[in-house]
């Protein structure tokens, strides 16, 4: 798909179920990658892992929780909502989805 | 029959003028919202529709002077000049008025072009304004004291400006003014059908923040939306009496 064909997808809203799931996916395994960054105390690492763990929760999470909550708008609207409104929420989405995926950290559970 | 007809067009040009002033005076009440300035085409365009309203009508209350003239000429000197110069001056007139009589007797009355002629307005210009005309002018009395009620008398408006516009020739002096006067109004509908979907969209967020309310984000995402809406919402103008500014 290319990427006119999904901008196209995402402004007539269709995305935004598969959004959600894809969205919450990728926090979920951010929040994965706290606990296990949490749970290293070796003092060699302590200090990274906490630089790690403040990174992720001040500059990846908000946009996340943010990115879901329109996705969660988007869904749950009955009435048409302003376009400034609209095009507020797809931003949040966008940005939520532009970040780097994550797998549901499976990896980490290995 | 001429004055009958001198009568009833003087009559119709009345109800014209008050419609008019209401759509002035809900148009203004929008652009008092608007915190600007009126926009510079809608007083020229009220000027010019009113110009030829009053043109048309000084146009016709000559007819209705000569009309007098002719009256009192036939019963002083009925075979004098003047007389012969006054039925002159009406003949385009009178034949305009019998051949409007003999339309309007027809099955599809509409199928027939009439003659224009100055100071008269067209049959279905005419069949309009005496009828779903005042009717409208009926529904623009009152206050209006919210966008949901100002957007129902603009749509009046638009409808009262449309249908009148429908009825004339091609050409003829009123069409153009009518038509920027519509797109004036459509303008200010737009603002109007704005400020609506703000109020709706309001309400939407906050049922929608409810069902979502203790979601993570879900405050700061509600909390900025609302505020953008609040920041483009206008309140409606309080009615201003004259001489109360």
């Known amino acids: 798909m290319d990427d006119l064909s999904s901008m196209n997808l995402l402004r007539h809203g269709s995305k935004t179920p598969d959004d959600i799931e894809r969205l919450e996916t990728i926090l979920d395994g951010h929040m994965r990658m706290i606990q296990y960054l949490e749970n290293i105390h070796d003092v060699q690492y302590a200090a990274y892992c906490n630089l790690f763990v403040q990174r992720i929760e001040k500059q990846i999470l908000p946009i996340l929780e943010e990115a879901i909550v329109a996705a969660k708008i988007m869904v749950s609207m009955k009435e048409t909502l302003p376009q400034m409104t609209i095009e507020n929420l797809r931003r949040r989405i966008q940005a939520g989805n532009d970040l780097p995926a994550y797998n549901g950290g499976d990896l980490l559970d290995v | ?245």
């Open chain 2, 1 to 245: 029959m001429l004055n009958e007809t001198l009568g009833r067009v003087e009559h119709q040009f009345v109800h014209l003028n008050r419609l008019v002033e209401q759509l002035e005076t809900d148009l203004l009440i929008v652009d008092q919202a608007t915190e600007k300035q009126p926009e510079a085409v809608l007083f020229p365009t009220l000027e010019l529709l009113r110009g030829v309203i009053q043109q048309q009508t000084g146009v016709l209350l000559e007819h209705k002077a000569r009309l007098k003239q002719l009256v009192a000429e036939l019963n002083v000197r009925p075979k004098g000049a003047l007389v012969d110069a006054l039925m002159l001056y009406f003949s385009r007139l009178f034949a305009a008025t019998k051949d409007t009589a003999w339309i309007e007797q027809q099955e599809e009355p509409e199928n027939y072009t009439e003659r224009l002629v100055e100071g008269l307005l067209p049959s279905q210009s005419m069949r309009f304004l005496s009828g779903e005309g005042q009717l409208m002018l009926g529904k623009f009395t009152g206050l209006t004291t919210s966008w949901p009620e100002m957007k129902s008398r603009l749509e009046g408006h638009k409808y009262w400006v449309s249908e009148l516009f429908s009825t004339l020739p091609s050409g003829h002096a009123l069409a153009q003014p009518l038509l920027l006067m519509f797109q004036a109004t459509e303008r200010r509908n737009e603002f109007v059908d704005d400020q609506i979907l703000y109020q709706r969209a309001l309400l939407e967020l906050e049922r929608i923040g409810f069902s979502l309310s203790g979601i993570r984000g879900a405050e700061r995402v509600f909390l900025l939306e609302k505020l953008r809406l609040e920041a483009m919402m206008v309140s409606f103008p309080e009615a201003m009496m004259e001489g109360c500014e």
